[in-house]
């Protein structure tokens, strides 16, 4: 079963292209702002980093539109006859298309030479509020050197094959003196946008002296985060996942996020299991969150378990119901710790293959607190509103959604 928050749409780019593109929504399907997403250079949108950046960012409310620059993926067109400028292009007919049937994008993210045509593409998109770039070069043309070999080729023949990762692409004369053209500064310092620049120091692929130069050239509001350890396609899911947390934050001083339209109460949960395994998309209110298994069982640990978060609702709501109490008697209650493990146990009472479920609690209180007092905290434990849910008989009404 897919994700019907991970929508398949197309759009046409300026050269009449349908290209193909994938946009991500938050779990209850309404996205506060867009975000456009520029992948690296012959990469496509179904890469692994590109996946776990965009479900970072819907996790915080946004909606994430990726697709495949022509020739490449699910997109129409020849990538030999490609060019940076088309790229760019490109960015601006995605932007166009969020704009013209949801909401204009207010940021851009990219990756490597993504990274650079939306430093480029951000001028001519006015919507655009902040920019984010990860691994991008300076110069476009920085690009050269995974063909440096063929370079003279290209320039006396108009083209050649060259072998970049696994796979072989056909690379004009056309491109590199698009590449070239577009070395030409400026637009950078013109941007007046917030621009957030990542760029790991072990980087190999486009080295972190590119981030100081893209630094230098910007004005401000700019900022720059170390993706320390990272390599160029942060290739880990942590390193992604960390730049996508810190993308979001980071652009939530910058972007105008839509308001709601309607009070919405932690009563109200949104759970969005796709078809990644058992990462689930979770909206609690105006809190986004996320759920998984762990990796032993087949998840891929990226949140608490559903376990995990009931022991969490018991924990928390045990820490608020003894703060509440203490403050009303005016106890130096300072701390509360709660500590909890969930067990099946069997019960002698019950037959022999018959166990239940055992929430074990366990509750630290730091204060100047006597004896009479901590004996008096632990009985109002067991009044926390959680607490008596799950002692009280609970039903659950489910029902299919009509679509």
């Known amino acids: 079963?897919?994700?019907?928050?991970?929508?398949?749409?197309?759009?046409?780019?300026?050269?009449?292209?349908?290209?193909?593109?994938?946009?991500?929504?938050?779990?209850?399907?309404?996205?506060?702002?867009?975000?456009?997403?520029?992948?690296?250079?012959?990469?496509?949108?179904?890469?692994?980093?590109?996946?776990?950046?965009?479900?970072?960012?819907?996790?915080e409310g946004f909606g994430v539109l990726v697709f495949d620059f022509p020739g490449l993926g699910g997109s129409e067109g020849d990538f030999s006859e490609s060019t940076f400028s088309g790229n760019v292009d490109d960015l601006i007919s995605a932007a166009d298309f969020l704009r013209e049937n949801y909401r204009a994008p207010s940021l851009l993210v990219g990756h490597s030479l993504g990274g650079a045509a939306a430093l480029c593409a951000a001028?001519?998109?006015?919507?655009?509020?902040?920019?984010?770039?990860?691994?991008?070069?300076?110069?476009?043309?920085?690009?050269?050197?995974?063909?440096?070999?063929?370079?003279?080729?290209?320039?006396k023949t108009g083209k050649a094959s060259v072998k970049i990762g696994m796979r072989s692409f056909n690379i004009t004369s056309r491109f590199i003196h698009d590449l070239e053209k577009a070395a030409e500064k400026g637009h950078i310092k013109s941007l007046k946008r917030a621009l957030l620049i990542m760029h790991s120091p072990h980087d190999k692929i486009v080295d972190i002296e590119n981030a100081r130069l893209i630094?230098?050239?910007?004005?401000?509001?700019?900022?720059?985060?170390?993706?320390?350890?990272?390599?160029?396609?942060?290739?880990?899911?942590e390193d992604a996942l960390y730049a996508g947390h810190v993308i979001s934050a980071w652009a939530s001083r910058y972007v105008d996020f839509e308001k709601e339209k309607e009070i919405r109460t932690d009563q109200q949960v949104v759970a969005v299991t796709g078809g990644e395994g058992y990462t689930t998309l979770l909206r609690a209110g105006e809190h986004y969150l996320i759920a998984d298994e762990p990796t032993s069982v087949g998840g891929k640990d990226l949140g608490p378990s559903p376990y995990g978060y009931l022991l969490s609702a018991l924990g928390s709501c045990t820490g608020m119901t003894l703060r509440m109490y203490a403050d009303r008697k005016k106890w130096?209650?300072?701390?509360?710790?709660?500590?909890?493990?969930?067990?099946?146990?069997?019960?002698?009472?019950?037959?022999?293959?018959?166990?239940?479920?055992?929430?074990?609690?366990?509750?630290?209180?730091?204060?100047?607190?006597?004896?009479?007092?901590r004996e008096r905290l632990l009985q109002i434990a067991d009044r926390c509103p959680v607490h008596k849910t799950l002692h009280n008989k609970i039903e659950v009404v489910t029902s299919l959604q009509q679509n």
Do not use: W
């Open 332 to 373: 130096d209650l300072r701390e509360v710790r709660v500590h909890l493990s969930h067990e099946k146990v069997h019960v002698e009472d019950l037959e022999k293959n018959q166990r239940i479920d055992r929430i074990n609690r366990e509750i630290e209180l730091d204060g100047e607190l006597d004896q009479d007092q």
């Open 215 to 237: 630094y230098r050239e910007a004005m401000h509001p700019k900022s720059f985060i170390s993706l320390d350890g990272a390599d160029h396609l942060l290739s880990s899911p």
């Open 1 to 59: 079963m897919s994700n019907p928050l991970i929508n398949k749409v197309e759009f046409d780019n300026k050269e009449n292209l349908t290209l193909s593109a994938r946009l991500e929504l938050p779990a209850d399907g309404h996205a506060r702002a867009f975000v456009v997403f520029a992948h690296c250079f012959t990469c496509g949108k179904d890469l692994n980093v590109i996946r776990n950046i965009s479900r970072s960012l819907t996790n």
């Open 123 to 155: 001028y001519y998109i006015e919507e655009i509020e902040a920019i984010a770039t990860i691994g991008a070069p300076y110069d476009p043309s920085h690009v050269q050197h995974l063909f440096s070999d063929k370079i003279e080729k290209i320039k």
